[in-house]
């Protein structure tokens, strides 16, 4: 059983940073899930942030977030980060963590259909 958690959110000005944290709990296999981060915002469909190979040298990004966002991990923790940078109103939402199932394929997905396994979320407010 692969459980993911999140923890970071917050309220946060606008321009202002905030870190999340994902880890995959219990799991000796987790250094090598591909890991990703969506958002959610009320009213609106999930949709990717960021995502990175169980490597770590696979990374993409939402063009929203492109350049303000960085996502990174360490595998001897078992903990995937995402940095969040000058943050906008836009911002606002739930964000999510999620893991794939193994083997991990060669690019991690971008849709939420590609993800087996989800934290509960953390929300993130950004007051302008």
């Known amino acids: 059983q692969v459980r993911v958690e999140e923890s970071g959110g917050g309220p946060v000005r606008a321009g202002g940073p905030l870190r999340l944290s994902c880890r995959a709990a219990?799991?000796?296999?987790?250094?090598?899930?591909?890991v990703g981060w969506f958002r959610q915002a009320p009213g609106k469909e999930r949709e990717f942030v960021s995502n990175?190979?169980?490597?770590?040298?696979?990374?993409r990004y939402a063009d929203s977030v492109k350049g303000r966002f960085t996502i990174s991990r360490d595998n001897t923790r078992a903990l995937v980060y995402l940095q969040m940078n000058n943050l906008k109103p836009d911002d606002t939402a739930t964000y999510y963590c999620?893991?794939?199932?193994?083997?991990?394929?060669?690019?991690?997905?971008?849709?939420?259909?590609?993800?087996?396994?989800w934290g509960q979320g953390t929300q993130v407010t950004v007051s302008p």
């Open positions: 999620a893991a794939e199932r193994l083997p991990a394929r060669p690019q991690p997905g971008t849709s939420p259909h590609d993800y087996d396994y």
């Open positions: 219990a799991v000796s296999i987790s250094s090598n899930r591909n």
């Open positions: 990175i190979g169980w490597r770590g040298a696979n990374t």
